[in-house]
């Protein structure tokens, strides 16, 4: 059946959207790699591959259900990040937004009663628990850091060891 027109609208926004969170994490992954910081530098540009994944994810399913999709202009973002403090909290932010509009979709799937749109939605309900949470996690760790140098330094360390996995693929494998 063919993609309701409200949903495939509210889809193709949410393809923008998680081009635009690509865009912000790698303009984060750049300051951090100008501030010497590897680890962090390394878990935000494997937070743009996967966000880069969800935009594909939106955008085969408009294509399989036979949809328009479109490709509005990304907005661009912000880039004079002072510390990793800030980026974390925004991230934080940016991802209870993103949840917001997940959740938006949802709401027009129900009431279209599009139900093969409702599970593929269900899919990203779940990843943002963790998004959120895994943004939330760092900026809180961050905040507990402070000033400490050493605090910091493990904390790198510790972000360094992130590797992306495209979890939109049902192995959990490389783009198909
Ligand atoms: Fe695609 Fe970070 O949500």
Request: net charge negative.
């Amino acid at each position: 059946m063919k993609i309701n027109k409200k949903i495939e609208d509210a889809i193709n926004k949410q393809i923008n959207a998680e081009l635009y969170s690509a865009y912000l994490y790698l303009g984060m992954s750049a300051r951090c790699t100008e501030m010497n910081l590897k680890g962090m530098a390394n878990w935000l540009y494997v937070q743009a591959q996967e966000e880069m994944t969800h935009a594909m994810k939106f955008y085969r399913f408009v294509l399989e259900r036979s949809g328009h999709a479109v490709m509005p202009a990304i907005e661009g973002v912000k880039s004079d990040w002072k510390a990793p403090v800030e980026m974390f909290a925004a991230a934080y932010e940016h991802e209870q937004k993103v949840t917001a509009m997940i959740n938006n979709i949802m709401d027009i799937a129900i009431s279209e009663r599009d139900h093969a749109s409702a599970s593929m939605l269900n899919w990203f309900v779940d990843e943002q628990v963790e998004e959120e949470a895994n943004s939330s996690e760092i900026a809180e760790k961050l905040k507990l850091i402070g000033e400490s140098k050493e605090g910091l330094f493990m904390l790198d360390k510790e972000l360094s060891t992130r590797v992306f996995v495209d979890s939109t693929q049902p192995a959990g494998g490389a783009q198909a």
